[in-house]
Structure formats: C-alpha cells, structure tokens
C-alpha cells in the first residue's frame, strides 16, 4: 500500500474511538505504525494523551516500588502533568523533543520511564525505545488492579489548554 497508516493508527485514533463506543469495550488501544507510540482511548470514546498517560502510569510505578527517579518528559509536556506529578510526590525532568532525548536524560538520572506528549513512552526496564504495546499491557494492568475505567484512570490528569509554536 501507499499510505498503510492513511486515517488510522494512534494519528488518527477517531475510527477507534467509534468502534471503542460501538462495542461497548473497556478500552481501546491505537498504535503508530511502528508500534513505539500509543494512543488510549476510554469506554467513553474519549482519546487521553500521552501526558494523561505518563502521569497515571508513573503514580502506578511508585505505588508498586518501581519507579527508580524522576519521570522524563519533553518541553513540550502540558503543566497538566507537572501539577499532577508534584501532588504524588514524583519529580519531573524536562528535555527536548524526541524520545532519544528522553531516553538519554533517563539514562544521565538513572531512571526508568518517561515519555512524550506523542504517546511515545519508555520503560527502559523492558525496552529503551518506546514501545506502545508495553505501555497498553501497563495501562491494562493498573485499570485490573485498580479495578477502575479507564475514563477514571486517564482522568486523573485533565490537560490544560495549550498552544505549542514553532
């Protein structure tokens, strides 16, 4: 095919989004071509971004001893998540775009997760590049844990409006 990703995939998760609310399904998971990218989408059809799940999956990391520094993320990052990782107690590194980057400030910190806004995110404790499916078996795991929506989960971190320039 031409374009294999063309209206689907974690760039464009709004067919899911229809599907999720058409079955009635839990959650919903769109991944990028490659797979290193994840995009959730709740029983409500609502999309929660990369930040939304940054947030959640690092409060679960801390709360199972797993989490071995503060949380990477890139500038690019809504103060959304800065806000709700500062009330659990987690730190937050910034740098700049590209989950290279994020990978290397992790490495520098000695941490093990962080991400992007994208939906790229890292557990070097598994992979040290992004890897959606990791990330959706994680967010599977803390929803069964939890034994909570995954509307509930991802809306613990509600992004503020934001503008991101050239």
């Not at 971004?49 to 990391?61: C, F, M």
């Not at 890292?122 to 994680?138: C, E, H, R, V």
């Not at 795991?141 to 050239?166: D, E, F």
Request: net charge negative; glycine share 12%; with cysteine.
């Amino acid at each position: 095919g031409l374009n294999i990703n063309e209206n689907c995939g974690a760039l464009h998760p709004v067919n899911l989004a229809a599907e999720v609310k058409r079955l009635r399904a839990d959650v919903g998971f769109a991944f990028d071509g490659d797979a290193d990218r994840l995009v959730v989408v709740d029983e409500k059809g609502e999309v929660a971004n990369g930040d939304s799940l940054l947030g959640v999956l690092a409060l679960y990391l801390k709360e199972q001893g797993k989490l071995q520094s503060s949380v990477v993320a890139t500038i690019m990052s809504n103060g959304a998540l800065k806000e709700f990782l500062n009330k659990h107690g987690i730190e937050l590194d910034t740098c700049n775009v590209g989950d290279k980057y994020v990978l290397e400030k992790l490495k520098a910190n000695g941490g093990n997760f962080g991400g992007e806004q994208s939906g790229h995110i890292i557990f070097s404790d598994y992979a040290k590049t992004g890897d959606g499916l990791i990330a959706a078996l994680q967010f599977s795991a803390l929803m069964l844990s939890k034994k909570k929506s995954a509307s509930s989960i991802s809306g613990q971190v509600k992004p503020y409006p934001q503008l991101l320039t050239n």
